[in-house]
């Protein structure tokens, strides 16, 4: 019964935010997860960016939404920064590519460190 109220919130939710970007964007399209549509030029890679930087494992296993929220925040902060000084999407990207990278070395050595500990 439980996973029933989520879905109907959720999706509810979801209809909500349908509306605003459709009121926001003057049209409504299916494809706005593409490369030519968003801050840095890929949705997609933002998502991805949110989780690794916020420290939740993209595999799975562990993980929180106030940590994926922090990511977000830090994320769009960064994105909107470099937007506001006139950088074009290709350095957005790669700066988002870096984060990723740079997030995954950083909690690979947490993780390892508090093996060995343990």
Known sequence: MMAIKVCIIASVCCAFVAVAFSAQMSSAQANYFS?????SGDFTILVIATVMVGGNSIVGGFGSTLRTSLGAIFIS?????????????????????????????IFAYIRRGSRSEG
Do not use: A, E
Request: aromatic residues 8%.
């Open 35 to 39: 490369s030519s549509f968003g801050s």
């Open 77 to 105: 902060s960064i994105d909107n920064l470099m937007v506001l000084q006139g950088f074009n999407s290709g350095p957005r990207v790669l700066s988002v590519g870096l984060m990723i990278v740079f997030s995954i070395i």
